[in-house]
């Protein structure tokens, strides 16, 4: 759904810009109360998959394609305001190395993929989370429904920003059906990564899955053969915290990082070459008659290939595996400057004592 340059027209593309400012600024300190030594590096990696993952176009339809935003697994895995701000980080690697997504639209694309993604999804999430049974399950399950309406909410939120300020004479009524339409197909497929993902790190390591602090689960006993609940502790009527996996960061790391690499350097060959849901919407509509040539189209690493390398496999698969080195140090690089901040912010010597 990355918006090229011309579909909106500068005046509404100004003000999206601001405030996708704005938000960054307010999320830059709201990050500050997410982000601990456990998330920090946890950050950085999940700017890096969701990058290696929107490379997967998957096929939603005849002729259309559709990949992940991520918002709603960012938001789920480090925290709402460090979602915003992972989201962002790869909006702008995109836009900068690899011409996905106008410069002069930048405001409008971190606004509906990075802001309203992350805000709809984390509010209905936390939602189902208060209502479910507070089992690992629960959070899964939050997370497909949360994912899935993430996603028509940013084609609503594109209709809308169109209606104000595109640039073509198109009826809003056929925008809005269209995109909304296509768009739900593409949540399915939203909400089965993100459920998927969610689900697989809170199986390893469920203290790293920020939608999931503070879930409690009862311990589970072998009798005759049969896991029960175990009893709680005299006492105690509440069941105890669900044990840790006994694993380092450092192996969930890199173990992330391979799978990005894997992702973005291979499997990404057998994306779908259909156009997405946005490319196509405006093809069928005519929304993209004033569409402008990217500004940086002439970078080496342009249309995800790297200039120079004709084998179109090795081209894509080393654009790939730049993209997800390149996002995972801007990503981690800026987090591990948020955490620096908060640990100034609370040491001794940045405490002011009143006598």
Known sequence: ????????????????????????????RGARRELD??????????AAFIFAVQMLNFPVAAGTSGHLLGGALAAILVGPYTGVLCVSVVLLMQ?????????????????????????????LFRGLVKVLPRTRRSVTVASFVAALVSVPAAALAFTFLYWIGGTTDVSIGKVATAMIGV???????????????????????????????GLQQRLKLRVNGELVDAPGAPGRPEPAPAPVAARS??????????ASLVLAGFVSFYASASPDGLE???????IDEKAEEHANADSPLAD??????????ISGGLAGVIGVGVTVVAGSAVFWSVRRRRSDDTSPAGTETNV
Not at 11 to 27: D, E, K, N, R
């Open 249 to 258: 960061h450092r192996k969930v790391w890199i173990t992330g990082l391979v």
């Open 1 to 28: 759904m990355h918006v090229p340059d011309g579909f909106i027209n500068a005046p509404t593309s100004a003000v999206t810009g601001v405030v996708a400012a704005g938000a960054i600024a307010v999320s830059l």
């Open 183 to 213: 768009h739900l197909l593409i949540g399915i497929g939203e909400a089965v990564i993100t459920a998927l993902t969610v689900g697989a790190v809170i199986a390893v390591r469920p203290d790293l899955v920020y939608g999931a602090r």
């Open 280 to 286: 196509k919407v405006a093809a069928d509509k005519g």
């Open 37 to 46: 030594e456990r998330t920090a590096p946890l950050a950085g990696l999940v």
């Open 304 to 313: 995800y290939g790297v200039e120079s390398i004709t084998d179109a496999r």
């Open 95 to 123: 836009g900068i190395l690899f011409a996905d997504g106008g410069l002069t639209a930048l405001g409008v694309n971190i606004t509906d993929m990075a802001i309203v993604t992350t805000v709809v999804a984390y509010a």
